[in-house]
């Protein structure tokens, strides 16, 4: 049994920051990339940053420069610092990662999500 959980979700100004958490526990092996979405009402969920094993990272345009993703490969934890947030970041924001458990089964993973609401 493999989950992820996040964390730190919750209600913002605009211009205002916040740290998303995400830890995966259980039968893992090994974890490769760990990657942030978020879905807003109405509109498909997307890609907002993404890091690799070895710290490799990306990041959606929209968030570039505001958005900071950082992992802690001893604890399991993908985490995302939002900063200067805008009413548009407002979403459910899913944690996503791609792990092998001690079975040696690869397997992509998400958790439960956690809401994002920016508003004065």
């Known amino acids: 049994q493999v989950q992820l959980v996040e964390s730190g979700g919750g209600l913002v100004q605009p211009g205002g920051s916040l740290r998303l958490s995400c830890a995966a526990s259980?039968?893992?092996?090994?974890?490769?990339?760990m990657r942030w979405y978020r879905q807003a009402p109405g509109k498909q969920r997307e890609l907002v940053a993404g890091?690799?094993?070895?710290?490799?990272?990306n990041y959606a345009d929209s968030v570039k420069g505001r958005f900071t993703i950082s992992r802690d490969n001893a604890k399991n934890t993908v985490y995302l610092q939002m900063n200067s947030l805008k009413p548009e970041d407002t979403a459910v924001y899913y944690c996503?990662?791609?792990?092998?458990?001690?079975?040696?089964?690869?397997?992509?993973?998400w958790g439960q999500g956690t809401q994002v609401t920016v508003s004065s």
């Open positions: 890091i690799s094993s070895d710290g490799l990272t």
């Open positions: 259980g039968s893992i092996f090994s974890i490769n990339d």
């Open positions: 996503n990662a791609v792990m092998e458990t001690i079975v040696g089964r690869w397997g992509s993973y």
